[in-house]
């Protein structure tokens, strides 16, 4: 039956999909879910689940084979939404577009009228959580230009999707942590990373007067040697520790705007440090706790490349946020109440602008982090967000492009392809012909108790019908035109399938079309998202361009452990090797505009590792921008449990930051610099690969990094000379 589409249009699919789930759903999304979270007073006895129930046990499950499989009760019939308990206590990140003639404040500042709507909306719908409940979720309500971030309860779409002031409702996306790959046996102290002639070291100072802002994960191991000056002080001028509670937000320590998490200033770890040199005393980072301390930690690491005493801008300041990342160990309250999502870093990268201009100085900002989401061309909420704050002199962002490059496993026991198989495109010549893609879900080899997320984009110009069939035998087809939807359809097997073919999407203008596949979530008759190769078909309707390009959002996998003699993985979901298309595999928060998007250079072979992201963006942009070595990285061990203080790392994660410490020192010789600016000095200095040109490559972007030649361009490019006479 067709309805009107013009309210629904305002909510992306992925937010219809939650809004039409019940608060028992909901609540168990939320244990599975980076960007659901329910307040941890809720008492899950008052929706029928029983207290010790812990959905995260079935994720973790040993892998099965068709035959052990035990018979299973026929699935009850599910009640309507109406008659079922609302999702109020479980809430949701996401980013409002609104329309910008929505009003004039006294300040003259149209957005302000309308986001304190937004702020109205999320602020009634929170009435009933306690202190400690907001506390945990964070909720922020932060403004830029016309785009609004706020925490919301899912009941609250109702409200804004209504709301004739509201463009669209874009979903916060998934954090990506690739996992880079570790090499324990480098564990020597790293030698200089970059050899500078006398003159241009006096020029930048090791970076003096520059700050370097990290957001990462695992912990900031701020007393390593690699951090402490010459009084065996920190350099960290302070952690936000967004998942913790030791010590008080960042708004009860200055000025700060954010209300949660913990923040650790310097004076607190200097006394740390302090104490932790009198007989008996702790370790600093045990008296000055953060909510993840991981034995060699990625964020330690990648500090240590960017501004540790070994690493690129030794004299920096540091100021760092720790994104909060629950573990499969930690407490099923805890993964229910925590958000791990594009929101999250939106915030880290507004605290560390504020810590800088409190400090007074320009500052390069680093993250080894990532989205698959969106339409990869820098128009989601994360991206427009960033590129608007980097509009202002003396701010840069690098961006890890992602670990996602590698096709094939290059021995019979290299299983990087996983990761690597996001992305698929192509070509339908015209109408009434169809293009087949496969899409594996593995989870235990039966079922896959997590969510599977597929994007397929295509040109406003075309009609595209989508097709879907699950892996049984015995299956049908599941059709969507265009202006169609099915949602939260349940399959024989327990799947809970939606699908969405919409046009004309309101940022970009391109038809996509959103593909969820749900594990059956109601606490007494649990089943996973079915294992196999689910089809799916592009059939041509109406073609002048025919061309599309879809993306995989999968979670990371999980090192279940060992079972006999076998190390067992649960595997999230990828294209099978017909269907994969290995190019655009970029991560899509590195889409952005301005930021600087980085790839992994294998120094010592002279290539790319295999393992690296490629581009280019959606729309054709050149991303990545720049290489920079990123394979056997020796830095600092953070948190080290031996006498080990350095290890190696390999990954984009790394290759990063070595770009985000010569974006300082060039900051340190030229404060004015723009992140765009600071590209282009990048882009136009670099040196191409052993056999290239200088043309852009979709691996290695326009080349080699070349610190010396970059930071020299950046004094001297605004030199200028008056011609005068005839030549």
Request: net charge negative; with cysteine.
């Amino acid at each position: 039956m067709a309805v009107s589409d013009q309210i629904s249009r305002r909510l992306h699919p992925r937010l219809r999909c939650l809004k039409n789930g019940a608060a028992t759903v909901n609540l168990l999304r939320s244990d599975i879910s980076s960007t659901v979270a329910t307040v941890p007073s809720l008492s899950t006895e008052s929706l029928g689940i029983p207290a010790s129930f812990d959905l995260s046990l079935f994720r973790e499950s040993i892998p099965m084979s068709p035959a052990k499989v035990p018979a299973r009760a026929k699935l009850p019939k599910r009640p309507k939404l109406a008659a079922t308990e609302q999702a109020d206590q479980s809430y949701v990140n996401v980013f409002v577009e609104l329309y910008r003639d929505g009003g004039v404040d006294d300040g003259g500042r149209p957005e302000r009228m309308a986001a304190d709507r937004v702020k109205r909306i999320a602020t009634a719908g929170a009435a009933s959580a306690t202190t400690s409940d907001k506390a945990s979720l964070g909720g922020q309500v932060l403004v830029r230009r016309n785009l609004v971030s706020a925490t919301i309860p899912i009941t609250a779409l109702a409200e804004l999707e209504a709301d004739p002031n509201v463009a669209f409702v874009h979903p916060s996306e998934p954090i990506s942590f690739d996992r880079p790959v570790v090499t324990p046996q480098l564990a020597s102290p790293p030698s200089s990373r970059v050899q500078f002639d006398a003159s241009l070291r006096k020029a930048h100072r090791d970076g003096e007067g520059v700050m370097i802002g990290i957001i990462d994960v695992g912990g900031f191991d701020f007393a390593h040697p690699d951090f402490l000056d010459d009084a065996g002080n920190t350099r960290f001028l302070s952690i936000w520790d967004q998942g913790g509670d030791f010590r008080e937000p960042p708004s009860k320590n200055g000025k700060s705007q954010f209300e949660y998490g913990s923040e650790l200033t310097k004076d607190l770890m200097d006394r740390a440090i302090a104490a932790a040199k009198k007989k008996g005393g702790f370790p600093a980072t045990f008296t000055e706790r953060q909510s993840q301390r991981s034995e060699g930690s990625h964020a330690t690491h990648v500090t240590s490349i960017a501004a540790g005493n070994s690493g690129l801008c030794p004299k920096a300041a540091i100021a760092a946020v720790l994104i909060s990342v629950p573990m499969l160990e930690d407490r099923t309250k805890e993964r229910r109440a925590t958000f791990s999502d594009s929101t999250r870093i939106v915030h880290a990268v507004e605290y560390l602008l504020e810590i800088a201009e409190r400090e007074g100085k320009p500052i390069s900002i680093n993250i080894s982090l990532g989205t698959n989401g969106a339409g990869h061309d820098g128009s989601n909420g994360v991206c427009r967000w960033i590129d608007a704050l980097l509009s202002t002199p003396g701010r840069a962002i690098s961006v890890a492009a992602g670990n996602a490059g590698q096709e094939k496993g290059e021995t019979a026991e290299d299983m990087g392809f996983i990761m690597g198989r996001i992305h698929s495109s192509g070509h339908i010549a015209s109408r009434g012909l169809a293009v087949d893609l496969e899409w594996t879900v593995i989870g235990n080899g039966i079922e896959d108790m997590s969510e599977n997320e597929l994007e397929i984009w295509y040109g406003a110009q075309d009609r595209i019908t989508v097709m879907v069939k699950p892996p049984s035998a015995n299956a049908d087809w599941i059709t969507v035109r265009p202006q169609e939807f099915v949602q939260n359809r349940r399959m024989a097997s327990g799947t809970t399938v939606s699908i969405y073919n919409e046009l004309y999407h309101p940022t970009n203008g391109s038809n996509y079309a959103a593909i969820y596949l749900t594990p059956n979530l109601q606490a007494d008759s649990l089943r996973g998202v079915e294992a196999g190769v689910w089809k799916v078909r592009l059939v041509g309707d109406e073609i002048r361009s025919g061309r599309f390009n879809c993306w995989i959002e999968r979670d990371d996998p999980i090192d279940i452990g060992v079972h006999g003699s076998l190390r067992l993985y649960r595997f999230p979901s990828f294209f099978s090797e017909g269907s994969n298309v290995d190019s655009h595999s970029i991560s899509s928060l590195a889409c952005a505009h301005r930021v600087i998007a980085v790839a992994n250079l294998d120094e010592a072979r002279q290539r790319m590792n295999i393992s690296s992201s490629q581009g280019p963006t959606r729309d054709d942009r050149a991303k990545p921008d720049i290489a920079a070595p990123g394979t056997d990285i020796v830095a600092a061990k953070g948190f080290s449990e031996d006498d080990k203080q350095w290890i190696g790392m390999t990954g984009t994660s790394m290759a990063s930051p070595y770009v985000a410490g010569v974006v300082g020192l060039m900051l340190a010789v030229n404060s004015d610099l723009t992140s765009a600016q600071c590209s282009g000095i990048l882009q136009r200095t670099a040196r191409p690969l052993p056999g290239s040109s200088y043309d852009w490559r979709n691996d290695a972007g326009f080349g080699v990094l070349d610190p010396a030649a970059a930071i020299d361009e950046a004094q001297t490019f605004n030199e200028r000379t008056e011609v005068k006479g005839t030549r």
